[in-house]
């Protein structure tokens, strides 16, 4: 069975600091590009950022330089380092599995972990 487990969202004043984290288990991890997207109320789903096995990562112009994705392939666990925190982006925030290729597996995401930014 297949299991994304998300946590450490929350509620947060703006320019503070959250870290998310999402342990994956049942999934061959490192044939898994990671990845966290977020929705807010209204609004599609978007990319956050993802982080291929090697390290490789892709950011979201709209968090570049804010926030960091790492993952700890020991662990089978991605982080999300959320600084300087806005307002805009409140939203509820997901943990995605992409495999590397269609033969590996489906994709999976978790379900999700809401964060709350106060002005």
């Known amino acids: 069975q297949v299991q994304l487990v998300e946590s450490g969202g929350g509620l947060v004043q703006a320019g503070g600091s959250l870290r998310l984290s999402c342990a994956a288990s049942?999934?061959?991890?490192?044939?898994?590009?990671m990845g966290w997207y977020r929705q807010a109320p209204g609004k599609q789903r978007e990319l956050v950022a993802r982080?291929?096995?090697?390290?490789?990562?892709d950011i979201a112009d709209s968090v570049k330089g804010r926030f960091t994705i790492s993952r700890d392939n020991s662990k089978s666990t991605v982080y999300l380092q959320m600084n300087s925190l806005k307002p805009e982006d409140t939203a509820v925030y997901y943990c995605?599995?992409?495999?590397?290729?269609?033969?590996?597996?489906?994709?999976?995401r978790g379900q999700g972990t809401q964060v709350t930014v106060s002005s």
């Open positions: 982080i291929t096995p090697g390290g490789s990562t």
């Open positions: 995605a599995a992409d495999p590397l290729s269609p033969r590996v597996g489906p994709d999976y």
């Open positions: 049942g999934i061959i991890y490192a044939r898994y590009v």
